[in-house]
């Protein structure tokens, strides 16, 4: 039997929990010994200012040979093109130093978009090549993917490429275009709390995604959650007596009303599974955290 | 003139952020606008602004004075650029163009260029103060790096040369006389094939005379945001974040010379506990808000005392119940930012 190869991105609004989410399933997979591969939007140095995983080793030994975490520079991907286009170094390092060159890189609309999609793309495929010969070199990847409208993009410029342009990019845009068709090879976690413009921009963006990809979600994250989403009728009832007592319940009472509420709109304009994943309120690490979240995050019911 | 830029991470309400100081300094008289530079729309929702309109008078009362509101279309600029620039017999050949096409429906980069071209256009249009609310990311600082960027790239002789001496070859139907003459040019065309390459050096060699207008505008604008008495940067954090956010853009805007002058703390749970609280579900409520609010209030205290010296001011602003959206929202916010000393009168 070949391991699907399936590549499981969060996707959302912009500091909706994205990150942190990635990581967190990330983590629970690498301390149920899976391997696992993080692909992460942001350069290392700059997440490292976001998030520090910190002491992995100690606290869960298991865990950290298995959790690898990435960011594919679009740069060093061309280098790699260039360097495989022309085997003589010398050859390659001029090119590479020709500002003619340089300038068509950076300038070239989507180009780096999609050779880092095109990395995606392989990276997912060779899991499967390799399935029947060797162990795979991880079970799980996860695109920790950049905020709606820069996804969208990225995920578009794949099609770009196959509409307007010819010659070996259009060929390999037309290539991965079909990849990113097929539902088989993705699975998509939106994530979102429940505030209005980040489920505004969730919706859109699964819509988007569904008519030019044919992708559909397969659960939807609700991050950041109040106890209040929960809670029975009858503590609602108790809380809603207290709700003028002090204007910290009111303001906790009132926010978690309107969870409530958004929750049952966005079942009824979404329906996949939701996953509510609560605010956590003490943690003493990075790490801690994560480990927190990822307890509450069983995602492989739907795989 | 005066400007205010909000920078920020995703989801820390910097537009609303951006639209209630707009909407503080209205109050005290200035003819205000504020520009989101936001793909996403946001502050049509929290101004409750009309669809389709890219400049609008936002709609509050006489007493709040004249606040404007403009959104960034990446498309609409960068049309209205070629129409204003390029030469009347290029203008089709440019709109038309598949990299134009390309350009249009892909994100890389020309947000950036685009949001300083429209800051240009707005900065000649009288207004007393203009609020600049960022595109949500760490690197929304590239709005003001890429225009500097793209202006090198425009003037570089090299590329005009090439583009050049392409068409004057395929005239003469020499393409391959011109390649070889040109080597290394040549064999990025084998990597990245013929057409992409020859559609670039021909857009660009097209969409010339409008870089370089755009070059010099840009040049003016990053020089006026770099002016420390005409422009601030206030940061807009929240407190989870506000440590290692305050961290990135002070030593960022730093080293580019921009003038901080503010960290906003939005979304900040400070509301006044209760004195007591009954047991059962309540008091689970009312754990779990105070744990969240104490550990607010441990962020808010760690950011002061690291940057309480280095920034002239730390502002904390409560989060409301729902979003911001509406103007009664953001007057409960701009009351936050800027109290109003002699409350105007509402109906």
């Given amino acids: 039997m070949t391991a699907s190869a399936r590549l499981i991105v969060f996707c959302g609004k912009g500091g909706v929990g994205k990150t942190t989410l990635s990581l967190a399933a990330g983590l629970r997979h690498a301390i149920d010994g899976r391997k696992v591969l993080v692909v992460s939007s942001h350069p290392l140095a700059e997440l490292a200012l976001a998030?520090?995983?910190?002491?992995?080793?100690?606290?869960?030994?298991?865990?950290?040979?298995?959790?690898?975490?990435?960011?594919?520079?679009?740069?060093?991907?061309?280098?790699?093109?260039?360097?495989?286009h022309f085997p003589v170094p010398m050859m390659a390092q001029r090119i590479l130093n020709s500002s003619i060159f340089k300038n068509l890189i950076e300038i070239a609309p989507g180009l780096k978009e999609f050779f880092f999609l095109e990395k995606l793309q392989e990276l997912a495929e060779r899991r499967n090549s390799d399935s029947s010969t060797a162990v795979p070199d991880y079970d799980y990847l996860i695109w920790d993917a950049p905020a709606s409208g820069h996804f969208?993009?990225?995920?578009?410029?794949?099609?770009?490429?196959?509409?307007?342009?010819?010659?070996?990019?259009?060929?390999?845009?037309?290539?991965?275009?079909?990849?990113?068709?097929?539902?088989?090879?993705?699975?998509?976690?939106?994530?979102?709390?429940?505030?209005?413009?980040?489920?505004?921009?969730?919706?859109?963006?699964?819509?988007?995604?569904?008519?030019?990809?044919?992708?559909?979600?397969?659960?939807?994250?609700?991050?950041?959650?109040?106890?209040?989403c929960s809670a029975t009728e009858s503590d609602i009832a108790q809380v809603e007596c207290m709700r003028d007592s002090s204007p910290a319940m009111h303001f906790a009472v009132d926010r978690g009303l309107i969870e409530r509420e958004r929750r049952a709109e966005l079942a009824a304009s979404l329906p996949v599974p939701q996953v509510l994943i609560p605010r956590i309120t003490h943690w003493s690490s990075d790490l801690d955290l994560l480990a927190k979240i990822g307890g509450q995050m069983d995602l492989s019911q739907f795989s | 003139m005066k400007i205010v830029v909000c920078l920020g991470t995703g989801g820390v309400g910097k537009t609303s952020v951006a639209a209630s100081i707009a909407l503080a300094k209205a109050r005290e008289g200035a003819k205000c606008l504020v520009l989101t530079t936001d793909p996403a729309l946001r502050l049509r929702t929290a101004l409750g602004l009309k669809e389709g309109l890219l400049e609008q008078r936002v709609p509050v009362d006489e007493a709040e004075g004249e606040l404007w509101a403009a959104l960034l279309d990446v498309n609409a600029t960068l049309d209205e650029a070629v129409r204003l620039y390029a030469k009347p017999r290029d203008q089709e050949r440019i709109l038309q163009h598949p990299i134009y096409r390309t350009i249009a429906s892909s994100l890389s980069g020309m947000q950036e260029l685009m949001a300083v071209e429209r800051m240009d256009q707005l900065i000649r249009r009288g207004f007393d103060n203009l609020v600049i609310d960022t595109a949500p990311a760490r690197h929304a600082l590239d709005i003001f790096d890429?225009?500097?960027?793209?202006?090198?790239?425009?003037?570089?002789?090299?590329?005009?040369?090439?583009?050049?001496?392409?068409?004057?070859?395929?005239?003469?139907g020499l393409t391959s006389i011109g390649r070889s003459a040109l080597e290394v040019y040549g064999r990025v065309e084998s990597i990245m094939g013929t057409s992409m390459v020859k559609e670039i050096l021909d857009f660009y060699s097209l969409f010339h005379p409008i870089a370089e207008g755009y070059s010099d505008r840009a040049r003016e604008t990053v020089a006026l945001l770099r002016d420390h008495t005409v422009?601030?940067?206030?940061?807009?954090?929240?407190?989870?974040?506000?440590?290692?956010?305050?961290?990135?853009?002070?030593?960022?805007?730093?080293?580019?010379?921009?003038?901080?002058?503010?960290?906003?703390?939005?979304?900040?749970?400070?509301?006044?506990?209760?004195?007591?609280?009954?047991?059962?579900?309540?008091?689970?409520?009312?754990?779990?808000?105070?744990?969240?609010?104490?550990?607010h209030q441990r962020s808010i205290e760690k950011l002061r005392e690291t940057f309480g010296t280095e920034i002239k001011e730390i502002r904390i602003l409560s989060e409301l119940e729902r979003d911001v959206e509406g103007l009664d929202s953001l007057r409960r916010l701009a009351d936050q930012l800027e109290p109003v000393t002699q409350p105007a009168a509402r109906p």
């Avoid at chain 2, 440590?243 to 400070?270: G, H, P, Q, Y």
Wanted: proline fraction near 5%; aromatic fraction near 10%.
């Fill in chain 2, 231 to 295: 422009t601030e940067f206030r940061i807009v954090t929240i407190p989870d974040k506000a440590l290692r956010d305050a961290r990135f853009f002070v030593t960022e805007l730093k080293k580019r010379d921009f003038a901080t002058s503010m960290i906003c703390v939005n979304r900040t749970w400070s509301h006044a506990m209760p004195q007591s609280v009954p047991q059962g579900f309540a008091n689970e409520l009312f754990d779990w808000y105070s744990s969240v609010s104490a550990s």
């Fill in chain 1, 51 to 84: 998030v520090s995983l910190e002491g992995l080793s100690a606290r869960f030994p298991s865990a950290a040979p298995n959790l690898f975490v990435v960011y594919i520079d679009p740069r060093d991907l061309i280098t790699e093109l260039v360097n495989k």
């Fill in chain 2, 146 to 172: 890429k225009p500097v960027l793209f202006a090198d790239f425009s003037d570089s002789g090299k590329v005009r040369l090439v583009s050049r001496t392409y068409k004057f070859a395929e005239a003469l």
């Fill in chain 1, 152 to 228: 969208l993009g990225t995920l578009r410029s794949a099609k770009a490429f196959e509409a307007y342009l010819t010659g070996p990019l259009a060929t390999a845009g037309a290539h991965l275009h079909r990849f990113l068709s097929n539902r088989r090879n993705i699975q998509l976690f939106p994530v979102t709390p429940l505030e209005e413009m980040a489920i505004a921009e969730t919706l859109e963006t699964v819509e988007a995604v569904a008519k030019d990809f044919q992708i559909s979600c397969s659960a939807l994250l609700i991050n950041c959650a109040s106890p209040m």
